[in-house]
Protein backbone atom coordinates (compact mmCIF):
# COMPACT_ATOMS: atom_id res chain seq x y z
CA UNK A 1 0.00 0.00 0.00
CA UNK A 2 1.41 3.37 -0.70
CA UNK A 3 1.40 6.11 1.55
CA UNK A 4 1.29 9.31 0.51
CA UNK A 5 4.15 11.52 2.57
CA UNK A 6 3.59 15.06 3.08
CA UNK A 7 5.59 17.67 1.62
CA UNK A 8 8.73 18.39 3.11
CA UNK A 9 9.54 21.99 3.27
CA UNK A 10 12.92 23.66 3.36
CA UNK A 11 14.34 25.02 6.57
CA UNK A 12 14.23 29.00 5.12
CA UNK A 13 10.50 28.61 4.35
CA UNK A 14 10.25 28.35 8.93
CA UNK A 15 12.54 31.88 8.98
CA UNK A 16 9.28 33.29 7.23
CA UNK A 17 7.81 32.61 10.73
CA UNK A 18 10.48 33.83 12.73
CA UNK A 19 8.06 36.87 15.01
CA UNK A 20 5.41 33.82 15.53
CA UNK A 21 8.05 31.79 16.46
CA UNK A 22 9.65 34.06 19.05
CA UNK A 23 6.31 34.63 20.75
CA UNK A 24 5.82 30.68 20.63
CA UNK A 25 8.83 30.53 22.58
CA UNK A 26 8.53 33.87 24.65
CA UNK A 27 5.17 32.23 25.92
CA UNK A 28 6.16 28.89 27.15
CA UNK A 29 9.33 30.65 28.74
CA UNK A 30 7.04 32.73 30.55
CA UNK A 31 4.85 29.58 31.59
CA UNK A 32 7.79 28.07 32.83
CA UNK A 33 9.63 30.83 34.93
CA UNK A 34 5.72 31.66 36.50
CA UNK A 35 6.33 27.55 38.19
CA UNK A 36 9.60 28.33 39.08
CA UNK A 37 10.24 31.60 39.35
CA UNK A 38 9.53 33.58 42.26
CA UNK A 39 10.06 37.44 41.16
CA UNK A 40 6.65 37.68 39.42
CA UNK A 41 7.16 41.55 38.84
CA UNK A 42 9.81 40.83 36.23
CA UNK A 43 7.34 38.70 33.84
CA UNK A 44 5.35 41.88 32.04
CA UNK A 45 8.93 43.72 31.65
CA UNK A 46 10.43 39.72 30.11
CA UNK A 47 7.16 40.10 27.78
CA UNK A 48 7.84 43.89 26.53
CA UNK A 49 11.27 42.60 25.58
CA UNK A 50 10.32 39.74 24.01
CA UNK A 51 7.79 41.54 21.85
CA UNK A 52 9.96 44.01 21.00
CA UNK A 53 12.32 41.14 19.67
CA UNK A 54 9.15 39.77 17.91
CA UNK A 55 8.95 43.39 16.06
CA UNK A 56 12.55 43.30 15.32
CA UNK A 57 12.84 40.23 13.74
CA UNK A 58 9.58 40.92 11.88
CA UNK A 59 10.80 43.92 10.07
CA UNK A 60 13.48 42.23 8.73
CA UNK A 61 11.78 39.27 7.47
CA UNK A 62 12.01 38.68 3.71
CA UNK A 63 8.90 39.11 1.85
CA UNK A 64 7.79 35.11 0.47
CA UNK A 65 5.31 33.22 0.12
CA UNK A 66 5.58 29.59 2.01
CA UNK A 67 4.31 26.41 3.05
CA UNK A 68 2.77 26.17 -0.49
CA UNK A 69 0.91 29.70 -0.98
CA UNK A 70 -0.81 28.76 2.79
CA UNK A 71 1.65 31.26 4.51
CA UNK A 72 2.40 35.15 3.10
CA UNK A 73 4.99 37.60 4.15
CA UNK A 74 4.33 40.58 2.49
CA UNK A 75 4.25 44.51 3.53
CA UNK A 76 0.62 44.18 4.17
CA UNK A 77 0.82 41.40 6.78
CA UNK A 78 4.27 43.20 8.51
CA UNK A 79 1.94 46.20 8.92
CA UNK A 80 -0.88 44.53 10.73
CA UNK A 81 1.16 42.33 12.20
CA UNK A 82 2.64 45.36 13.61
CA UNK A 83 -0.31 47.12 14.88
CA UNK A 84 -1.01 43.69 16.43
CA UNK A 85 2.06 43.85 18.56
CA UNK A 86 1.97 47.45 19.35
CA UNK A 87 -1.99 46.64 20.66
CA UNK A 88 0.57 43.77 22.74
CA UNK A 89 2.25 45.96 24.32
CA UNK A 90 0.22 48.67 25.97
CA UNK A 91 -1.93 46.12 27.27
CA UNK A 92 1.43 44.67 28.97
CA UNK A 93 1.86 48.13 29.99
CA UNK A 94 -1.72 48.87 31.14
CA UNK A 95 -1.50 45.86 32.99
CA UNK A 96 1.55 45.85 35.44
CA UNK A 97 -0.58 47.66 37.81
CA UNK A 98 -4.13 46.37 37.05
CA UNK A 99 -3.64 42.89 37.64
CA UNK A 100 -2.46 43.86 41.29
CA UNK A 101 -5.73 46.07 42.19
CA UNK A 102 -7.67 42.77 40.56
CA UNK A 103 -5.36 39.86 41.98
CA UNK A 104 -4.90 38.32 38.56
CA UNK A 105 -2.55 35.36 38.21
CA UNK A 106 0.20 36.82 35.73
CA UNK A 107 1.76 33.75 34.30
CA UNK A 108 -1.56 32.26 32.91
CA UNK A 109 -2.72 36.06 31.79
CA UNK A 110 0.71 36.83 29.65
CA UNK A 111 1.12 33.19 28.51
CA UNK A 112 -2.69 33.84 26.93
CA UNK A 113 -2.05 37.21 25.79
CA UNK A 114 0.69 35.80 23.60
CA UNK A 115 -1.16 32.85 22.09
CA UNK A 116 -3.82 35.02 21.08
CA UNK A 117 -1.18 37.18 19.44
CA UNK A 118 0.15 34.43 17.50
CA UNK A 119 -3.12 33.66 16.42
CA UNK A 120 -3.75 37.34 15.25
CA UNK A 121 -0.47 36.78 13.26
CA UNK A 122 -1.11 33.50 11.74
CA UNK A 123 -4.62 34.91 10.26
CA UNK A 124 -3.00 37.89 8.82
CA UNK A 125 -0.20 35.69 6.55
CA UNK A 126 -2.86 33.52 6.34
CA UNK A 127 -2.92 32.59 2.64
CA UNK A 128 -5.43 29.87 2.62
CA UNK A 129 -8.51 29.44 4.65
CA UNK A 130 -7.72 26.97 6.75
CA UNK A 131 -4.65 28.71 7.82
CA UNK A 132 -7.13 31.78 8.47
CA UNK A 133 -9.10 29.69 10.56
CA UNK A 134 -6.87 28.21 12.75
CA UNK A 135 -5.30 31.00 13.45
CA UNK A 136 -8.99 32.66 14.38
CA UNK A 137 -9.53 29.61 16.45
CA UNK A 138 -6.36 29.95 18.70
CA UNK A 139 -6.79 33.40 18.88
CA UNK A 140 -10.60 33.52 19.94
CA UNK A 141 -9.98 30.47 22.67
CA UNK A 142 -7.16 32.38 24.36
CA UNK A 143 -9.49 35.56 24.55
CA UNK A 144 -12.39 33.32 25.57
CA UNK A 145 -10.18 32.75 28.65
CA UNK A 146 -8.58 36.23 28.87
CA UNK A 147 -12.33 37.64 28.95
CA UNK A 148 -13.57 34.65 32.39
CA UNK A 149 -10.01 35.68 34.46
CA UNK A 150 -12.21 37.28 37.03
CA UNK A 151 -13.66 34.30 38.24
CA UNK A 152 -15.20 36.26 41.19
CA UNK A 153 -17.44 38.89 39.30
CA UNK A 154 -20.32 37.25 37.70
CA UNK A 155 -20.20 39.75 34.94
CA UNK A 156 -16.77 38.12 33.81
CA UNK A 157 -17.81 34.77 33.58
CA UNK A 158 -21.44 35.67 31.77
CA UNK A 159 -19.37 37.79 29.46
CA UNK A 160 -16.82 34.94 28.76
CA UNK A 161 -19.39 32.32 28.60
CA UNK A 162 -21.71 34.95 25.86
CA UNK A 163 -18.91 35.35 24.07
CA UNK A 164 -18.09 31.66 23.65
CA UNK A 165 -21.35 30.53 22.80
CA UNK A 166 -21.31 33.60 19.90
CA UNK A 167 -17.99 33.09 18.75
CA UNK A 168 -18.45 29.36 18.28
CA UNK A 169 -21.52 30.43 16.15
CA UNK A 170 -19.37 32.75 14.04
CA UNK A 171 -16.78 29.64 13.71
CA UNK A 172 -19.16 27.34 12.89
CA UNK A 173 -20.47 29.54 9.73
CA UNK A 174 -17.14 30.42 8.78
CA UNK A 175 -16.48 26.85 8.35
CA UNK A 176 -19.57 26.39 6.24
CA UNK A 177 -18.75 28.29 3.92
CA UNK A 178 -15.44 27.31 3.26
CA UNK A 179 -16.89 23.49 2.87
CA UNK A 180 -19.45 25.23 0.29
CA UNK A 181 -16.26 27.25 -1.64
CA UNK A 182 -14.11 23.75 -1.21
CA UNK A 183 -16.89 21.83 -2.60
CA UNK A 184 -17.48 24.45 -5.50
CA UNK A 185 -13.63 25.49 -6.66
CA UNK A 186 -11.66 22.02 -5.02
CA UNK A 187 -9.51 24.72 -3.25
CA UNK A 188 -9.40 26.54 -0.32
CA UNK A 189 -6.02 28.65 -1.17
CA UNK A 190 -7.23 32.70 -1.88
CA UNK A 191 -5.55 32.97 -5.36
CA UNK A 192 -7.18 29.53 -6.58
CA UNK A 193 -10.48 30.97 -5.70
CA UNK A 194 -9.99 34.17 -7.37
CA UNK A 195 -8.99 31.88 -11.15
CA UNK A 196 -11.50 29.03 -10.00
CA UNK A 197 -14.21 31.44 -9.83
CA UNK A 198 -13.50 33.15 -13.48
CA UNK A 199 -12.94 30.13 -14.94
CA UNK A 200 -15.86 28.02 -13.63
CA UNK A 201 -17.98 30.60 -14.42
CA UNK A 202 -19.21 31.05 -10.48
CA UNK A 203 -19.88 35.00 -10.23
CA UNK A 204 -23.57 34.57 -10.30
CA UNK A 205 -23.62 31.10 -8.51
CA UNK A 206 -25.86 31.49 -5.79
CA UNK A 207 -24.34 29.01 -3.53
CA UNK A 208 -21.04 30.70 -4.77
CA UNK A 209 -22.35 34.06 -3.40
CA UNK A 210 -23.85 32.38 -0.16
CA UNK A 211 -20.64 31.09 0.78
CA UNK A 212 -18.82 34.17 0.60
CA UNK A 213 -21.26 35.81 2.34
CA UNK A 214 -20.59 33.15 5.30
CA UNK A 215 -17.36 34.28 5.39
CA UNK A 216 -18.21 37.52 5.72
CA UNK A 217 -20.18 37.36 7.94
CA UNK A 218 -18.17 35.66 10.32
CA UNK A 219 -15.31 37.85 10.09
CA UNK A 220 -18.09 40.96 10.52
CA UNK A 221 -18.55 39.25 13.53
CA UNK A 222 -14.98 39.56 14.91
CA UNK A 223 -14.47 43.42 14.17
CA UNK A 224 -18.47 43.96 16.05
CA UNK A 225 -19.97 44.73 12.58
CA UNK A 226 -24.16 45.30 12.83
CA UNK A 227 -25.70 42.93 12.96
CA UNK A 228 -22.90 40.67 14.39
CA UNK A 229 -22.35 42.96 16.89
CA UNK A 230 -24.73 42.32 19.76
CA UNK A 231 -21.74 40.79 22.07
CA UNK A 232 -19.91 43.24 22.25
CA UNK A 233 -20.73 45.87 25.22
CA UNK A 234 -21.62 42.55 27.43
CA UNK A 235 -18.07 41.24 26.51
CA UNK A 236 -16.56 44.14 27.12
CA UNK A 237 -18.16 45.20 30.05
CA UNK A 238 -17.62 42.44 31.76
CA UNK A 239 -13.72 41.16 30.68
CA UNK A 240 -10.73 42.80 33.14
CA UNK A 241 -10.51 46.19 31.66
CA UNK A 242 -7.11 45.34 30.29
CA UNK A 243 -8.56 43.07 28.14
CA UNK A 244 -10.66 44.99 26.80
CA UNK A 245 -8.53 47.41 26.03
CA UNK A 246 -6.81 44.65 23.80
CA UNK A 247 -10.13 43.84 22.46
CA UNK A 248 -10.64 46.75 21.20
CA UNK A 249 -7.88 46.76 18.67
CA UNK A 250 -5.71 44.27 18.02
CA UNK A 251 -8.13 41.08 17.04
CA UNK A 252 -10.21 44.05 15.51
CA UNK A 253 -6.97 44.87 13.14
CA UNK A 254 -6.48 41.37 12.60
CA UNK A 255 -9.93 40.29 11.39
CA UNK A 256 -9.78 43.82 9.51
CA UNK A 257 -6.69 42.38 7.57
CA UNK A 258 -8.29 39.04 6.60
CA UNK A 259 -11.52 40.57 5.78
CA UNK A 260 -9.15 42.89 3.07
CA UNK A 261 -7.23 39.81 1.75
CA UNK A 262 -10.09 37.54 1.07
CA UNK A 263 -12.19 40.55 -0.12
CA UNK A 264 -9.41 42.08 -2.65
CA UNK A 265 -7.27 38.54 -2.92
CA UNK A 266 -9.73 35.75 -3.31
CA UNK A 267 -13.07 37.75 -4.27
CA UNK A 268 -12.06 41.18 -6.18
CA UNK A 269 -14.21 40.08 -9.15
CA UNK A 270 -17.37 39.76 -7.28
CA UNK A 271 -16.71 43.58 -5.98
CA UNK A 272 -20.23 44.34 -7.20
CA UNK A 273 -21.77 42.01 -4.64
CA UNK A 274 -19.88 42.86 -1.73
CA UNK A 275 -19.31 46.49 -1.99
CA UNK A 276 -22.87 47.32 -1.27
CA UNK A 277 -23.20 44.49 1.14
CA UNK A 278 -20.73 46.12 2.89
CA UNK A 279 -21.70 49.72 2.21
CA UNK A 280 -25.06 49.04 3.98
CA UNK A 281 -23.02 47.09 7.11
CA UNK A 282 -20.80 50.30 7.43
CA UNK A 283 -23.79 52.65 7.82
CA UNK A 284 -25.96 50.09 9.65
CA UNK A 285 -22.79 50.05 11.93
CA UNK A 286 -21.98 53.54 12.27
CA UNK A 287 -25.57 54.11 13.07
CA UNK A 288 -26.08 52.01 15.52
CA UNK A 289 -22.85 51.91 17.13
CA UNK A 290 -22.92 56.32 18.10
CA UNK A 291 -26.51 56.09 18.72
CA UNK A 292 -26.67 53.48 20.87
CA UNK A 293 -23.52 54.95 22.69
CA UNK A 294 -25.63 58.26 23.82
CA UNK A 295 -27.19 56.14 26.51
CA UNK A 296 -24.30 54.46 28.01
CA UNK A 297 -22.88 55.92 31.57
CA UNK A 298 -20.58 52.97 31.87
CA UNK A 299 -17.66 53.89 30.34
CA UNK A 300 -16.42 50.93 29.39
CA UNK A 301 -20.04 50.03 27.19
CA UNK A 302 -19.76 53.50 25.89
CA UNK A 303 -16.01 52.77 24.63
CA UNK A 304 -18.03 49.09 23.18
CA UNK A 305 -20.31 50.90 21.45
CA UNK A 306 -17.79 53.72 20.24
CA UNK A 307 -15.45 50.74 18.86
CA UNK A 308 -18.42 48.91 16.87
CA UNK A 309 -18.96 52.97 15.12
CA UNK A 310 -15.39 52.71 14.43
CA UNK A 311 -15.47 49.59 12.76
CA UNK A 312 -18.51 51.02 10.64
CA UNK A 313 -15.93 53.89 9.34
CA UNK A 314 -12.82 51.43 8.86
CA UNK A 315 -14.91 49.48 6.53
CA UNK A 316 -15.72 52.72 4.24
CA UNK A 317 -12.02 51.86 3.18
CA UNK A 318 -12.59 48.02 2.63
CA UNK A 319 -15.41 48.76 0.45
CA UNK A 320 -14.31 50.59 -1.96
CA UNK A 321 -12.35 47.82 -3.24
CA UNK A 322 -9.24 49.32 -4.17
CA UNK A 323 -5.72 50.15 -2.68
CA UNK A 324 -6.60 53.65 -2.00
CA UNK A 325 -9.20 52.86 0.16
CA UNK A 326 -7.79 49.86 2.11
CA UNK A 327 -4.25 51.87 2.56
CA UNK A 328 -6.95 54.14 4.32
CA UNK A 329 -8.36 51.80 6.36
CA UNK A 330 -4.75 50.50 7.34
CA UNK A 331 -3.91 53.97 8.75
CA UNK A 332 -7.40 54.73 10.71
CA UNK A 333 -6.82 51.13 12.41
CA UNK A 334 -3.16 51.60 13.03
CA UNK A 335 -4.03 55.39 14.65
CA UNK A 336 -7.02 54.01 16.36
CA UNK A 337 -4.94 51.49 18.09
CA UNK A 338 -3.20 54.79 20.03
CA UNK A 339 -6.68 56.81 20.56
CA UNK A 340 -8.47 53.57 21.88
CA UNK A 341 -5.35 52.53 24.46
CA UNK A 342 -4.95 56.26 25.56
CA UNK A 343 -8.51 55.93 26.46
CA UNK A 344 -8.45 52.51 28.23
CA UNK A 345 -5.28 53.56 30.15
CA UNK A 346 -7.23 56.56 31.65
CA UNK A 347 -9.63 54.08 32.73
CA UNK A 348 -7.37 51.43 34.04
CA UNK A 349 -5.51 54.41 36.01
CA UNK A 350 -8.67 55.54 37.74
CA UNK A 351 -9.54 51.72 38.75
CA UNK A 352 -8.36 51.19 42.49
CA UNK A 353 -9.68 49.30 45.45
CA UNK A 354 -13.11 51.83 46.00
CA UNK A 355 -13.79 52.22 42.18
CA UNK A 356 -13.23 51.08 38.58
CA UNK A 357 -12.92 53.88 36.61
CA UNK A 358 -16.27 53.03 34.46
CA UNK A 359 -18.95 54.94 35.90
CA UNK A 360 -19.22 59.11 34.22
CA UNK A 361 -19.35 59.68 37.83
CA UNK A 362 -15.94 58.67 38.30
CA UNK A 363 -14.46 61.35 36.24
CA UNK A 364 -16.29 64.49 37.50
CA UNK A 365 -14.09 66.91 38.24
CA UNK A 366 -10.65 65.31 37.12
CA UNK A 367 -9.06 68.00 35.97
CA UNK A 368 -9.00 69.54 39.00
CA UNK A 369 -7.50 66.47 40.94
CA UNK A 370 -5.40 65.56 37.99
CA UNK A 371 -5.07 68.13 35.61
CA UNK A 372 -2.73 66.10 33.13
CA UNK A 373 -4.97 63.06 33.08
CA UNK A 374 -7.40 65.05 32.18
CA UNK A 375 -6.11 66.94 29.35
CA UNK A 376 -4.50 63.54 27.97
CA UNK A 377 -8.10 62.15 28.19
CA UNK A 378 -9.36 65.31 26.45
CA UNK A 379 -7.08 64.38 23.60
CA UNK A 380 -7.43 60.89 23.18
CA UNK A 381 -11.74 61.88 23.57
CA UNK A 382 -11.18 64.60 20.59
CA UNK A 383 -9.08 62.30 18.58
CA UNK A 384 -12.23 59.31 18.80
CA UNK A 385 -14.59 61.54 18.05
CA UNK A 386 -12.54 63.02 14.73
CA UNK A 387 -12.26 66.57 15.97
CA UNK A 388 -9.64 68.16 14.13
CA UNK A 389 -6.51 68.97 14.30
CA UNK A 390 -6.48 65.68 15.72
CA UNK A 391 -5.03 62.45 14.56
CA UNK A 392 -8.66 61.34 14.38
CA UNK A 393 -9.93 63.67 12.00
CA UNK A 394 -7.45 63.44 9.70
CA UNK A 395 -7.45 59.74 9.45
CA UNK A 396 -11.02 59.76 9.10
CA UNK A 397 -10.62 62.08 6.08
CA UNK A 398 -8.91 60.29 4.23
CA UNK A 399 -11.36 57.36 4.82
CA UNK A 400 -13.95 59.54 3.44
CA UNK A 401 -11.75 60.85 0.76
CA UNK A 402 -11.12 57.31 -0.43
CA UNK A 403 -15.23 56.33 -0.48
CA UNK A 404 -16.19 59.72 -1.86
CA UNK A 405 -13.01 58.89 -5.04
CA UNK A 406 -15.04 55.23 -5.26
CA UNK A 407 -17.69 56.54 -5.58
CA UNK A 408 -19.86 56.11 -2.29
CA UNK A 409 -21.62 59.12 -1.41
CA UNK A 410 -24.21 58.07 0.63
CA UNK A 411 -22.15 56.06 3.35
CA UNK A 412 -19.79 59.18 3.44
CA UNK A 413 -22.64 61.53 4.29
CA UNK A 414 -23.91 58.77 7.09
CA UNK A 415 -20.56 59.08 7.96
CA UNK A 416 -20.26 62.81 8.71
CA UNK A 417 -23.69 62.73 10.51
CA UNK A 418 -22.51 59.61 12.89
CA UNK A 419 -19.07 61.63 13.87
CA UNK A 420 -21.58 64.43 14.69
CA UNK A 421 -23.60 62.00 16.67
CA UNK A 422 -20.51 60.68 18.27
CA UNK A 423 -19.06 64.17 19.45
CA UNK A 424 -22.30 64.18 22.16
CA UNK A 425 -21.23 61.14 24.34
CA UNK A 426 -17.50 61.99 23.87
CA UNK A 427 -17.81 65.32 24.77
CA UNK A 428 -20.54 64.03 27.71
CA UNK A 429 -16.73 62.97 29.43
CA UNK A 430 -15.33 65.94 28.85
CA UNK A 431 -17.82 67.98 30.73
CA UNK A 432 -17.63 65.58 33.84
CA UNK A 433 -13.82 66.10 33.89
CA UNK A 434 -13.85 69.84 33.12
CA UNK A 435 -17.23 71.35 34.78
CA UNK A 436 -17.87 69.63 37.40
CA UNK A 437 -16.75 69.24 41.14
CA UNK A 438 -14.87 66.03 41.84
CA UNK A 439 -16.14 63.87 44.30
CA UNK A 440 -13.04 62.19 44.99
CA UNK A 441 -9.89 64.29 45.23
CA UNK A 442 -7.41 61.23 45.73
CA UNK A 443 -4.51 61.31 43.86
CA UNK A 444 -4.07 57.81 42.54
CA UNK A 445 -0.34 56.94 41.78
CA UNK A 446 1.18 55.94 38.67
CA UNK A 447 2.75 52.84 38.14
CA UNK A 448 6.00 52.91 35.39
CA UNK A 449 3.44 50.47 32.82
CA UNK A 450 1.16 53.22 33.16
CA UNK A 451 3.53 56.34 32.69
CA UNK A 452 4.61 54.89 29.98
CA UNK A 453 1.34 53.99 27.72
CA UNK A 454 0.27 57.26 28.32
CA UNK A 455 3.45 58.07 27.29
CA UNK A 456 3.71 56.75 23.73
CA UNK A 457 0.00 57.23 23.28
CA UNK A 458 0.02 60.91 23.54
CA UNK A 459 3.69 61.06 21.75
CA UNK A 460 2.24 59.13 18.81
CA UNK A 461 -1.15 61.10 18.79
CA UNK A 462 1.06 64.37 18.68
CA UNK A 463 3.25 63.03 16.09
CA UNK A 464 0.63 61.71 13.60
CA UNK A 465 -1.16 64.76 13.47
CA UNK A 466 1.60 66.88 13.01
CA UNK A 467 2.48 64.58 9.99
CA UNK A 468 -0.59 63.23 9.12
CA UNK A 469 0.61 61.56 5.95
CA UNK A 470 3.40 59.44 7.38
CA UNK A 471 1.61 56.21 8.25
CA UNK A 472 -0.85 56.45 5.05
CA UNK A 473 2.24 56.60 2.75
CA UNK A 474 3.72 53.62 4.78
CA UNK A 475 0.46 51.52 4.48
CA UNK A 476 0.82 52.27 0.76
CA UNK A 477 3.50 51.09 -0.08
CA UNK A 478 2.72 47.89 1.73
CA UNK A 479 -0.40 47.43 -0.16
CA UNK A 480 -1.35 43.44 -0.52
CA UNK A 481 1.35 42.57 -2.86
CA UNK A 482 4.24 44.95 -1.82
Given at each position: ?????????????????????????????????????????????????????????????????????????????????????????????????????????????????????????????????????????????????????????????????????????????????????????????????????????????????????????????????????????????????????????????????????????????????????????????????????????????????????????????????????????????????????????????????????????DYRGLSKTNPLIAVFMLVFLFSLAGLPPTAGFIAKFYLLFAAVHSGYILPVIAA???????????????????????????????????????????????????????????????????
Amino acid sequence: MNIELLPMFPLSSFFSMGAELVLLTLAILVIMLDLFYRKKHLLPWLVIAGTLCSMLVLLNTSHATVFDKMFIVDGYSIFFKLTCLVGVLFTVLLSESYLKVEQLHQGEYYALLLFSSIGMMLMISGGDLIIIYLGLELMALSIYCLVGLLKHDIRSNEAALKYFLTGAFSSAILLYGISLLYGLTGSTELSTLAQKSLSLNLINNISFLLAIGMVVSAFCFKIAAVPFHMWTPDVYEGAPSSITAFMSVAPKAAAFAVLGRVLLVGFADLHVHWGDLLACIAVLTMGIGNIAAIAQKNIKRMLAYSSIAHAGYALLGILTGNSEGLSASMNYLFIYTFMSMGAFAVLIWLCDDDRRGEQLNDYRGLSKTNPLIAVFMLVFLFSLAGLPPTAGFIAKFYLLFAAVHSGYILPVIAAVVFSVVSAYYYLRVVRYMFFEEPQNETILPMSVGMTTALTLAMIAMITLAIFPSFILNYAQKTIIGG
